[in-house]
Antibody
């Protein structure tokens, strides 16, 4: 069974940092591109970052470029999101999501982890 | 960035009704259009990929069609468990973008 489990969310002060993790199981993690998608409270979905299966490509949404960094450890079946210089509008549930093999559709999602940026 | 315009933003229908949601892309995205269902407090679930392909395990009452800039999501017979918010998403170009969502309620 494919499982994605996020961790690392919490309350952080504006300007602070947080590192999210996503642990994968039940599939060949190293063969798939992975994504982070977030959802602000009561709002819609926003794709924020993608990383290729072997780190070959990395992409960011304009809203997080220069502040967030995506990475992965294929040996540990893990995906990461380092978030720096956090702002109030980064408050959201953060989901990791697997790219379907055809690319671009997200066929498996984690349960999400809540990040709250507030003083 | 490609803008995705989804309509309606909310919809009230009766059990057994046929429900249709539309999604329009700001430029040609071929068939790279996906549909998701999100129930309150849960992660989104992929229903339809590449405009018209039903994800494994998804009931056949869900379907999708369209290409280019105009797409349609159809629920042939609304069931109580279908109450959720539905999103379209384009996967033609990065950044991937979502529609604003359609909240489906029972009348």
């Amino acid at each position: 069974e494919v499982q994605l489990v996020e961790s690392g969310g919490g309350l952080v002060l504006p300007g602070g940092s947080l590192r999210l993790s996503c642990t994968a199981s039940g599939f060949g993690f190293s063969f798939y591109s992975m994504n982070w998608v977030r959802q602000a409270p009561g709002k819609g979905l926003e794709w924020i970052s993608n990383i290729g299966s072997n780190h070959s490509s990395i992409y960011y949404a304009d809203s997080v470029r220069g502040r967030f960094a995506i990475s992965r450890d294929n040996a540990k079946n893990s995906l990461f999101l380092q978030m720096n210089n956090l702002r109030a509008d980064d408050t959201a549930v953060y989901y990791c999501a697997r790219d379907a093999f055809s690319g671009g559709a997200f066929d498996y999602w984690g349960q999400g982890t809540l990040v709250t940026v507030s003083s | 960035d490609i803008q995705m315009t989804q309509s309606p933003s909310s919809l009230s229908a009766s059990v057994g009704d046929r429900v249709t949601i539309t999604c329009q892309a700001s430029q040609d995205i071929s068939n790279y259009l996906n549909w998701y269902q999100q129930k309150p407090g849960k992660a989104p679930k992929l229903l339809i990929y590449d405009a018209s392909n039903l994800e494994r395990g998804v009931p056949s009452r869900f379907s999708g069609s369209g290409s280019g800039t105009d797409f349609t999501f159809t629920l042939s017979s609304l069931q109580p468990e279908d109450i959720a918010t539905y999103y379209c998403q384009q996967s033609d170009n990065l950044p991937y973008t979502f529609g604003q969502g359609t909240k489906l309620e029972i009348k």
